[in-house]
T-cell receptor
Framework: SAVISQKPSRDICQRGTSLTIQCQVD?????MFWYRQQPGQSLTLIATANQGSEATYESGFVIDKFPISRPNLTFSTLTVSNMSPEDSSIYLC??????????FGPGTRLTVL | KQEVTQIPAALSVPEGENLVLNCSFTDSAIYNLQWFRQDPGKGLTSLLLIQSSQREQTSGRLNASLDKSSGRSTLYIAASQPGDSATYLC????????FGKGTRLHILP
């Protein structure tokens, strides 16, 4: 298994500002994933973060809006840039451990005013 | 494109009952299927992982089955308890996993 922590757990931000979310894993992993969960919706994959290379973004998500860093095998950050109220969501990071099982962090609840 | 559907969207049952949650997927060429639990405002807790070569997995009062040919999985919860109240999510895939919209379960004391 993997134990994942995220910071901050929640934040309230003003429109037009940016927020960086941190994700820390207790073991070294090749890939880390960032998901968004909009209110009342299920999870949607934003991007896959590999150490030492550019993140791979899913359709509908772009690097300018959601820049990702992956400086080492246990840490990643996701920035939500130039925020609008539509960005209000829970943002979760996850890792794959063992034979395909994915583990999730506790999430960051973002509210944009 | 893989699509995952969960039925019902919401379910309320009295404590002690056995219940079944359903998940269907459109592309049977899946690697893994995973069931998660999400409490309100919280992250996801992994419940059971069924690899593509497996037909079912059990953990305590939970049993999940997988039928790739029909594109279905079920999560069986035995002797339900109020603490089981949560949203249950089904997800398929390997590295990139596709989620269903979940079943909101409410166990009535």
């Amino acid at each position: 298994s993997a134990v994942i922590s995220q910071k901050p757990s929640r934040d309230i931000c003003q429109r037009g500002t940016s927020l960086t979310i941190q994700c820390q894993v207790d073991s070294q992993v090749t890939m880390m994933f960032w998901y968004r969960q909009q209110p009342g919706q299920s999870l949607t994959l934003i991007a896959t973060a590999n150490q030492g290379s550019e993140a791979t973004y899913e359709s509908g998500f772009v690097i300018d809006k959601f820049p990702i860093s992956r400086p080492n095998l246990t840490f990643s950050t996701l920035t939500v840039s130039n925020m609008s109220p539509e960005d209000s969501s829970i943002y979760l990071c996850s890792v794959r451990a063992g034979p395909g099982e994915q583990f999730f962090g506790p999430g960051t609840r973002l509210t944009v005013l | 494109k893989q699509e995952v559907t969960q039925i019902p969207a919401a379910l309320s049952v009295p404590e002690g009952e056995n219940l079944v949650l359903n998940c269907s997927f459109t592309d049977s060429a899946i690697y893994n299927l995973q069931w998660f639990r999400q409490d309100p405002g919280k992250g996801l807790t992994s419940l059971l992982l069924i690899q593509s070569s497996q037909r079912e997995q059990t953990s305590g009062r939970l049993n999940a089955s997988l039928d790739k040919s029909s594109g279905r999985s079920t999560l069986y919860i035995a002797a339900s308890q109020p603490g089981d109240s949560a949203t249950y999510l089904c997800a398929v895939g390997d590295d990139k996993i596709i989620f269903g919209k979940g079943t909101r379960l409410h166990i009535l004391p």
